[in-house]
């Protein structure tokens, strides 16, 4: 830079200011983004010994272990397909994870469909279940999950993660009814710390649907999941252990004597809701009411060695906050649990979607419907079809130099065949919130390999079940931030 002041003339500085005008007002250059090619691979394999022994060493910032130990509680998460990577092929394993997606929007469908409508209470049920929770371990009930102590001494099993329920649930022995899970089931008889909670006690009463088990004069718990099965058992609390060393006691959760679900593996379920009886409403007097997760897809072109991780507490929230793009946190009236944002429009190459309309994203609060979530359950984001199809609209515009691959794949109707390329350029993707945030998507978040050949699909779904959903496919590499002591939900590039 030259140092003499440049003071253009008057008339020329007019006519630049014509030209850019000008450029803007017919055409702007779209916005580009590089995307690697990298094909379907397998996840890496869980080893448990391994996973066990993972070190204490990566502390969040620049915090010791011990002031993280008072303020935070964090650890690694795994995906659920790590336990199949041994076990079938990448494609298979993906058309699982797809499979368990439908089901995962049929649950949370459902959910919120009955919570509109309660179904009329019918006596000659079983008195007082009635639970309109979605919980639990059925195919759709969860991608991550993580190694936890229970009881004392501990015993360690998987637990599912879920920001799409609340209650914390494990199965106990001795089993009426149990599915088979890959640890030894939990037995309360031989744990100092458990303890049932009796009939009437204020956590009891706070269950959307207890019973009393006369004999034992204890609490009784039941949740039932979208597909129709269930777990029921004793309401406790229990000591739980996270990272080999970090004690939380008193966790109130569900003891499963009698319980039904599809997914091997893991022994239960913690639940991350916004509900009183999650384990972050619980945790939230002593750690501050709010978690952070960053989820590392491990076969997509963007993983690194770094796995994903949840922080519970003060350390959850990034403290670069000029990095985080924030938005209020909202809540369905009708259904305390899930975490809804407000999604006020799509751009793409640089353009907003004129097609993407508030009105088919926005919640109504008093029917309950519409609205966009932020969940961890579910992989491929869905959005109100009419918003969902002009978005793909505005892409495919944008990748006509792509060959296109016909006929779609699974659920993804717009995909390309990329064989023989090593790195493609597509339009940028970026979601505008309430609040003027705008998350500006990486390429691999949305052009995803669905295969070994090199099929790749544009990752978003139309979804007519009413309500919208940000998945974890669009999540990978950003922590997300849920705060609910300020009432935001943020996101933060390679947060991870
Ligand atoms: C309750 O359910 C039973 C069987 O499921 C049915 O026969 C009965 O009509 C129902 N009662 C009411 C009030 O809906
Ligand atoms: C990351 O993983 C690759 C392959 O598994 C390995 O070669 C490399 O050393 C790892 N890097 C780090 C920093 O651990
Ligand atoms: C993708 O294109 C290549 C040639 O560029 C072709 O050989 C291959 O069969 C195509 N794959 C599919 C699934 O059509």
Redesign the pocket.
């Known amino acids: 830079m030259a140092d003499t002041p440049f003071l253009p003339h008057l008339s020329s500085l007019f006519f630049l200011l014509l030209l850019v005008v000008h450029v803007n007002g017919r055409s702007k250059p779209l916005q580009l983004r590089t995307l690697l090619v990298t094909l379907l691979r397998s996840p890496e394999a869980l080893l448990p010994e391994e996973y066990e022994a993972q070190s204490l060493a990566t502390a969040v910032g620049s915090q010791s272990e011990a002031t993280l130990s008072l303020s935070s509680l964090h650890f690694d998460l795994s995906h659920r397909d790590s336990l199949l990577a041994q076990t079938a092929s990448p494609e298979q394993i993906f058309l699982l994870r797809l499979d368990r997606d439908d089901a995962r929007v049929e649950s949370v469908r459902q959910m919120l469909a009955e919570a509109a409508a309660p179904p009329p209470r019918n006596v000659t049920g079983r008195k007082g279940f009635s639970s309109k929770v979605v919980s639990g371990l059925a195919q759709g009930s969860g991608e991550y999950f993580a190694r936890i102590g229970i009881g004392t001494p501990p015993r360690y099993a998987y637990m599912v993660l879920d920001t799409g329920s609340d209650i914390v649930w494990l199965q106990c022995a001795p089993c009426r009814r149990c599915y088979s899970q890959s640890d030894p089931i939990f037995d309360p008889r031989r744990s100092r710390t458990y303890a049932a909670v009796p009939c009437g006690a204020p956590l009891c009463r706070r269950l959307d649907a207890a019973g009393c088990n006369t004999r034992r004069r204890s609490c009784q718990y039941q949740v039932s999941y979208g597909d129709g099965s269930v777990t029921t058992g004793e309401y406790s609390t229990e000591t739980l252990t996270f990272r080999r060393s970090f004690r939380v006691p008193r966790v109130a959760l569900g003891c499963g004597h009698d319980d039904e679900g599809l997914f091997v593996a893991a022994a239960g379920l913690l639940g991350l809701g916004q509900g009183s009886l999650s384990f972050p409403s619980q945790i939230g007097r002593r750690f501050g009411r709010m978690f952070s997760y960053c989820l590392v897809d491990r076969t997509s072109a963007g993983a690194t060695n770094r796995s994903s991780t949840v922080v519970f507490g003060k350390s959850a929230v990034p403290r670069a906050s000029s990095r985080v793009a924030y938005t209020p946190m909202l809540r369905n009236p009708k259904v305390d649990t899930f975490y809804y944002i407000e999604l006020t429009g799509v751009s793409v190459g640089g353009t907003r979607v004129p097609g993407v309309l508030t009105s088919d994203l926005r919640l109504d609060p008093s029917t309950g419907r519409g609205g966009v979530i932020v969940d961890s359950g579910t992989s491929v984001t869905r959005l109100a079809r009419p918003a969902y199809e002009a978005l793909r609209d505005a892409f495919k515009a944008g990748t006509t130099g792509l ?1 296109a ?1 016909p006929g779609g794949f699974s659920l993804f109707d717009t995909c390309y ?1 990329l ?2 390329r090593t790195e493609v350029k597509v339009p940028t993707v970026v979601l505008h919130l309430a609040g003027g945030s705008a998350v500006s998507l990486p390429a691999e978040n949305y052009l995803i390999p669905v295969d070994t ?3 790749f699909c544009f990752a978003f779904a139309g979804t007519d079940s009413g309500v919208s959903i940000i998945g974890n496919i669009q999540q990978q590499g950003y922590r997300v931030v849920f705060d609910r002591e300020k009432s935001r939900v943020g996101l933060m590039p390679r947060g991870c």
């Open positions: 060959k691959s065949n064989s023989g050949s090199a099929t």
